[in-house]
């Protein structure tokens, strides 16, 4: 959880885009990073306000062997890579910048 850049604490959750969105589209069964389903999760996070709290929020709790769905737009290569510190590809950062 980061306090730090959401005043809220885990309350960011009430300000996310997804907030009002079918969970199950976060959680396709085909990852393929420029595949429909992915796209389709990545366009939901695209524009949200608290994008980076989910994320750091997702990561810390996160068990690296059990990674599964998208979170703030990044799949879980994508997130092991953040982990790792190990940049990602760029369709990850045209997202980001979306």
Partial sequence: ????T???GRDWRR???CAEVDPEIFYPLDLDPTGPAVTAARQVCAGCPVRLDCLLDVMEGEDPSRRWGI???LTPDERAAVSAGRRISPAWAAAVAA
Avoid: Q
Wanted: glycine share 8%; hydrophobic share 40%.
């Fill in 1 to 4: 959880m980061t306090t730090a």
């Fill in 6 to 8: 959401h005043p809220h």
């Fill in 15 to 17: 300000d996310a885009a």
């Fill in 71 to 73: 979170t703030a737009g």
